[in-house]
């Protein structure tokens, strides 16, 4: 390094004497000390950034089932490891409706959402579209404090915002969304996370947003929540989580969202991760309330669900992934509230029951290093009171599933390449039905 030092400080007092000869002599001795001077300056400071990058690798990561690890990449602000991550993604799909149009910029021409697909005869229509939307963005922190280990994480995206959407025709700008906000001291975690009542490992990997929506329970919300292992692979989360209903009036399927809950929901999860596999047993108690008009009900809500995944092969590279949730007056849990919550009947002034019945079933295979196929199947059943009139639920959702199969290739680390074709189905009580045919590519670098 010194001899470097030297190398430069003489190249740059060369330099200076061609240029002028008689000041170069005289002022020799002080360049050199002042750029000898810099030199060491820059010295500790590399030296300073190598102990900052070796502190960082060296925070232990973060093996909460909630929040993604505090990765040995990070960086150190004061105590605390802060990590940015997320990906960037692009979604093209063609998709065909049977019976009807879709609005553009709506949900159900993002993703697959099965309660858009227009039933009942209408004209059919192809649509092309291409979004990037799901890029998603996160920013985790880990730290201890207090001999209390404390983490944060902060998750949002451009597809969920409910705000202004910006126009195809010119910018396709999106509003920035949050998708999760929590802290976590020790075994509690304090904010918005995925419902406790949804085993998130289980989802399928697909092009599409979701994967298999009519099947699967999907909630994010704010909530506060206890975790405790058990040992042997086994811990129990127990959770209070934020109440809301979208119930539907007798005769007119449009949901409302009522906003008169009284009482949180009650959700638990008792969780297996081990060398085969992994099992999830998760439970919801809830109360669905409505003010309507004056007219006070309320019913009582429960689920019951079970999911997992098997590996396939040692590697954990192929698998089998499932799910299987049966409730009633749960709705708003399972498939994005496919099926309303409960019916109010303005007749009686009370509240009927739905109940429901949903499944998926994904199977993975890696066919080669960097290449694999992917099968999913999804489906949802809604059973309704059965002293509601038939004539007045026509319009309501009975039944929807649908079928997908892709294939991915990761060409070089990080990077993605997917292609997809689904078939979904919508039907109706009263019997009118309508069917969704999509093609759609997606590309995705995560970082």
Known sequence: MHRQKKT??????AATALASPGVAQAQSTTREAELEARLARLEAEMQQLRGDLAS????????????PAAPADGFRSGATTIKLGGFIKL???????????????????????????PTGGGSASRVQDFSAKQSRFWLNLSSDVAGHA???????????????????????????ALRRAFVQVDRFTFGQ?????????????????VGATEGTVFVRQPLVRYSAPLGGGLTLHAAVENAESGTATLGVPALVENGDDAMPDFTARLAYSGTVGELS????????RVDNGGAKAHNFGWGASAAGK????????????????????????VGLNFAPDSIFVPATGALADVRLF????????????????????????????????AASLTAFNRKAWSAAANLFWSPVKNIDLGFEYRHGVRELVGGAKGQLDRFEFAAKYSF
Do not use: C
């Open 8 to 13: 430069l400080s003489g190249l740059l007092l």
């Open 56 to 67: 960082a690798r060296s925070t232990p990561t973060d093996t909460s089932t909630s929040t």
């Open 91 to 117: 979604v093209a799909s063609n998709s065909r409706f049977s019976d009807g149009e879709v609005a553009t910029n709506s949900l159900g021409r993002d993703f697959h959402l099965p309660q858009s697909i």
């Open 150 to 176: 404390v983490k944060a994480y902060v998750e949002t995206d451009f597809q969920t915002s409910p705000g202004t959407q910006g126009s195809q025709r010119t910018t396709n700008g999106y509003n920035l």
């Open 193 to 209: 996370d995925w419902t406790t009542f949804q085993y998130v490992g289980a989802l399928p990997e697909s092009t599409d947003f």
């Open 281 to 288: 047993l998760a439970a919801l108690a809830r109360e669905v």
């Open 310 to 333: 098997i590996f396939l092969t040692a590697d954990k590279s192929s698998d089998v992934r499932f799910m299987a949730t049966y409730g009633r007056n749960a709705g708003r849990y």
């Open 358 to 389: 949903a499944a998926f079933a994904a199977v993975r295979l890696a066919v080669a290093p960097q290449l694999r196929l992917n099968v999913i199947g999804s489906y949802q059943d809604v059973d309704y009171d059965d002293a509601l009139p």
